[in-house]
Every structure is written in structure tokens, then in C-alpha cells.
């Protein structure tokens, strides 16, 4: 959990719950590390209401707020304070401005239902509309919310600051959750783990670290039918996201063996082929369940048992003597499922030709899967996206894909608004989006740098950024990879145009020569909305399907999709 500080903060319990109607409050995170602190939460769609429940250890003369902020700050923050007067429970909705000055808003949205103060426990049930059409309310979408709370002492003080002894802590969660049926595991389950054999992480900031190993022998084919991140102990702080890939060899072909950095020279050329994804695990993801429909295949006569684990790790203190045996648990079954299950990547290449300027407040970066590329890998009957996981390293604050067929935008596949790099779900789908051949899909991350003095390049590193959706389907298709990056010469032709250095190759020195102007960076964001762009419609052993990929022209939204405000009649058209 992220925290401001909590030297003051009383052992406290938040546990949202439906009212006596609305019975299921499935959800649960903890909220410190000691667990002292607990959310739940419960949602009906059909009346848009979430359910709270909150109660702890406070003492009569405190006070709790409890909220939501666009980032987790608490300027610019919807409030719910909660006071305790003659053993009663009193609730006002507040806000806060950008100078963190505490008011109550003229529109009260949320309920109280019940409020019960004894022997110091506090016990509350209240709720609230997801949108509430009050300006001064934030409006609870289905991506990720920061949730913060504190305690204050006395009473609060409208009209003034918060003060500094009221200590806030902020914990990131999914609250409206898609209402999906259980998972079905039978009951032969068992598991098996892809961890690093207990390395030594490197004194440098971002190592990629690579290690070969083997999948268990299976004679007969099985299904992947869940699969978790396994973090050392104490190591959070080092792992940002880990892939398992598997290798598109031959049964009987024996691959070197190699423990060390990805990007390191020297490593096996074979491990090229190396490039299906079949589990993956970022920064605050749960374990991902396949749905009924779906498992990833392993095992049988025809396939090979190698497998390559990519952890990212991130030290920028460069400690010295960390052991890590970080990886995946995955959890199989001899009973198969309809489908094979796969995993696309869909967004911007890994490349320093896609940049961000510095002191940019939402910098948008488009990446394509374009109509030729579905049309020539996809099957006949398209596929079926059932979950998505959300990218970018540091600077990312908003992410979402959109999906177009014959010009015309569909619903869009995912959305988060309040995207933070340090909560990347695998988050599964309300509906399972049907992908046909000939859609396109575009992938927009948008990347704040106010603190960066710099450019802020694409590529590997932490320090630098990438652009991201890892779309979970099934049936399983050959496509592994379809992501763009600006096509070559339309980049020459504008850094020169931006009078960067000529005298060098390197894209990235010389975006890091630009003299960065506001024209000039938005001369840079309309070139990459309209620009040509070069194509990785990329097979899972590495290869690109046939076809010139090199400068393709980008998919056109001729029919934007249209959404319906609840609180108001005017049509909106998102971007």
C-alpha cells in the first residue's frame, strides 16, 4: 500500500457492503501492509449503486474520511466524512480543492443506512450512485480507482486546509468489477512453477532477466486453466512485471541453457524463437483465471517443453546482494477445454522512434493493429478477447483500445481513466469482445512528463516507456504480435523540420537534441496520430506474416461510437 504516512492512524477496518437486499460482497483488499486495514465492496448494476460498509477502532473525538481522487491525492478529492456526536453518526459528502481546502457540497449523494458508535468500534453502511452527475463527485468507472482515507482528530474544519495531522493513506483497487460466473476447477487441479533459481539481481536500474528451464513432462495434452505471480518475500519493490514464453521449437530439439540478462550479448540465438506468451504478472495483479471456455495449451507428443522466464526487474538504488526467485504459478488440468486460450500484444513496438517531450501533462501515443494485419492472421471466425492487461512504465496516466470494423468505432475493449503504472491488472472483460478479420484495434497511452527537464524515449528501461495492451482470446491463432511505430522517413522528415542534430543515426539522440517548443510538440502529436506507420504483424516463432508492413497508412474512425451520459441528454462523442 502506498502511504502518506500513518504514525497516526488508528487500527481501522473498511469494509464495504451491500445493504440488507444486496447480499454479495465478494470483493476484498487489504489496505496496509499489517492488514489492520480491509476493504469489501458489493455493486448492482441494474440500480448503479455501490455498497459500503466501514467500521474500526476510533475514538469519540475523531473523525474519517473516506474517498476518491483522480491519482490518489488529496487536492482535488471527493470526500465522505464521517463524525461521531452523542454516540450518533453524522455523514457529510465533501470535496477538496486544488489547495486541499476541505468543503461540503451543496449536493449530498451519499446514504447513510446505518450508524453505530460503541466502546469505541465505529460501524457503518452507506452508498452511492457509480455517477452522480454532480461535478463535485467522481464518477466510479470500471477502471482503476484510488481510494484514500484517514483519520482526523477533533472535528473537521470547513473552509480551511486539511491539516497535516490528518494522515491519508491511498490503496488502488478495480471496484467495478465485471459480474462474471465462478471458474470451474476440477478437482484433478495441480500446479506447477517458472521461477528465477535463486539469482542475484544486478547494481543497475533495469535488468531484464532471462532464464531457459523446462515445462514438466507431459505425455498427453493439458490446459492452463489459471495462473498467479510469485513474488519473493521482500522483493516487491524490485519485480515490475514477469512473462513466460514458450518456445516455438521442435519436440526433440535441445536449446541451450542461459541464465543471465535478455539484453546481454553473447545470449543463444535460438532463444529468438521464444516468443509465446502463455502466463504474465505485472505490479498489482491477482491470479488470472482462464474462462470455462478456455485453456492454454502445454504438453503431448508435439510440443516442446522449453520455456523462456523474463522478469523486468527495477533497482534504481542499485542494491547490492538481493536474492530473487521470483516467476509464475501455473495451475493445469488433463481436462480440456473447448478452446485453446492466447495472449496478443497489441500497441506500440518497443522502440526510441515513438518519444514523449518533457513537461507534457497528457501526451498521447497511438499504436495500430491495423485491417491488414487481422485479415491476413486471424481465423475466418475471428476470436473472442475475454481479458486485457494495460501497460506502460512510469509516465502512463490513461489507457484504452478501441476497436473499429469497416470504419465504424465498436465499444471499446478497455478503458482505464485513471491508469497507474503501479497497478496493472489482468482484468477480465464484462463481455468477450468478437474480433474479426479485417478490425482494427488502436492503442492510446497517455504519458504525463511534468517532471521530467528531458525527452522521454521508447524502449526497455524503466526511464523509458511503452505503450501496451496484452489481450487475452481464444482460439489460439498464430498471431502473437500486432503493434506500429512511426514508419522511418516521416520521422526524418520531422526531426528535421525540429532542426535536430543531423550528424548522428540515432533516433534518440536526436530527439534528445530537439529544442522542444510548444508548436513543436504539437507539430509531434498530430504526426503521430496521421502518419504513416511501419507494422510487426508478427507469428508466435518471431516472423512477420507476408505482406509490406513498412509504411501503411493508419486505420480511420469514419463513425465514432456514440455514448449517452446518464446526466444529460446531449450526445457525447469520446476520443
Not at 172 to 201: A, C, G, H, M, Y
Not at 407 to 412: A, F, N, Q, R, V
Not at 535 to 548: A, H, L, T, V, W
Amino acid at each position: 500500500m502506498d502511504t502518506i504516512s500513518f504514525a497516526a492512524l488508528i487500527p481501522l477496518v473498511f469494509l464495504i457492503h451491500p445493504a440488507s437486499s444486496f447480499s454479495d460482497f465478494r470483493y476484498k483488499v487489504d489496505l496496509d501492509a499489517e492488514r489492520n486495514l480491509v476493504l469489501r465492496w458489493g455493486v448492482h448494476y441494474d440500480s448503479q449503486t455501490i455498497y459500503f460498509e466501514l467500521s474500526g477502532s476510533i475514538f469519540m473525538h475523531n473523525w474519517v474520511a473516506f474517498g476518491f481522487s483522480n491519482y490518489g491525492d488529496v487536492i482535488d478529492a471527493d470526500l465522505a466524512i464521517f463524525e461521531v456526536h452523542s454516540n450518533k453518526v453524522h455523514i457529510k459528502d465533501c470535496w477538496t480543492d486544488r489547495n486541499a481546502v476541505l468543503r461540503m457540497d451543496y449536493r449530498q449523494s451519499y446514504k447513510l443506512t446505518t450508524g453505530e458508535w460503541k466502546h469505541n468500534k465505529l460501524f457503518l453502511r452507506f452508498q452511492r450512485k457509480f455517477e452522480t452527475c454532480d461535478p463535485k463527485d467522481y464518477i466510479i468507472d470500471t477502471g482503476t480507482t484510488h481510494v484514500i482515507f484517514g483519520v482526523g482528530n477533533g472535528f473537521p474544519r470547513f473552509g480551511f486546509r486539511l491539516p497535516s495531522s490528518v494522515k491519508f493513506g491511498l490503496q488502488r483497487v478495480q471496484l467495478l468489477k465485471p459480474d462474471l460466473p465462478d471458474p470451474e476447477i476440477p478437482p484433478d487441479t495441480w500446479s506447477f512453477d517458472i521461477v528465477n533459481p535463486k539469482i542475484t539481481i544486478p547494481d543497475r536500474e533495469t535488468t531484464y532477466w532471462w532464464y531457459v528451464t523446462k515445462l514438466p513432462k507431459l505425455d498427453r495434452k493439458h490446459h492452463i486453466i489459471k495462473y498467479e505471480g510469485i513474488i519473493t518475500e521482500g522483493n516487491a519493490q524490485f519485480v515490475h512485471h514477469i512473462e513466460v514464453f514458450h518456445c516455438q521449437v521442435g519436440p526433440h530439439v535441445t536449446l541451450t541453457s542461459y541464465n543471465g540478462p535478455g539484453m546481454a550479448e553473447g545470449k543463444p540465438p535460438e532463444l529468438a524463437a521464444c516468443r509465446e506468451v502463455i502466463g504474465a504478472w505485472a505490479m498489482g495483479a491477482s491470479a488470472m483465471y482462464l474462462p470455462n471456455e478456455a485453456g492454454t495449451a502445454i504438453g503431448g507428443p508435439h510440443m516442446s517443453q522449453y520455456v523462456l522466464l523474463e522478469v523486468h526487474l527495477n533497482n534504481p538504488g542499485l542494491k547490492t546482494g538481493v536474492i530473487d526467485s521470483s516467476g509464475i504459478r501455473f495451475h493445469v488440468t488433463k481436462h480440456l477445454r473447448r478452446y485453446d486460450s492466447g495472449i496478443m500484444e497489441l500497441g506500440l513496438e518497443y522502440t526510441n522512434k515513438m518519444a514523449i517531450p518533457p513537461g507534457q501533462g497528457m501526451f498521447e501515443l497511438p499504436g495500430y493493429c491495423t485491417t491488414d494485419c487481422t485479415r491476413i492472421a486471424l481465423p475466418h471466425s475471428g476470436i473472442r478477447v475475454y481479458a486485457s492487461q494495460l501497460h506502460t512504465h512510469l509516465t502512463g496516466r490513461k489507457v484504452y483500445t478501441k476497436h473499429i470494423r469497416n470504419g465504424i468505432e465498436l465499444p471499446e475493449l478497455n478503458r482505464d481513466n485513471h491508469y497507474s503504472p503501479h497497478f496493472q491488472e489482468i482484468r477480465a472483460l464484462p463481455r468477450h469482445v468478437h474480433v474479426l478479420p479485417g478490425d482494427a484495434l488502436i492503442t492510446s497511452c497517455f504519458d504525463s512528463t511534468l517532471n521530467r527537464s528531458a525527452v522521454t524515449l521508447g524502449g526497455f528501461s524503466i526511464r523509458e516507456e511503452m505503450c501496451v495492451n496484452y489481450i487475452h482470446y481464444y482460439p489460439r491463432c498464430d498471431l502473437e504480435v500486432c503493434k506500429s511505430s512511426i514508419s522511418d522517413w516521416t520521422l526524418d522528415l520531422f526531426l528535421k523540420m525540429a532542426k535536430a542534430r543531423n550528424d548522428v543515426d540515432d533516433v534518440g539522440l536526436r530527439y534528445q537534441s530537439v529544442d522542444w517548443n510548444p508548436a513543436k510538440v504539437t507539430s509531434l502529436q498530430l504526426l503521430y496520430k496521421n502518419a504513416p506507420i511501419s507494422m510487426q504483424c508478427n507469428k508466435s516463432d518471431g516472423s512477420r506474416f507476408p505482406g509490406e508492413w513498412s509504411s501503411k497508412a493508419i486505420p480511420r474512425i469514419i463513425l465514432p461510437n456514440r455514448e449517452r451520459s446518464m446526466c444529460t441528454k446531449d450526445i457525447s462523442w469520446f476520443t
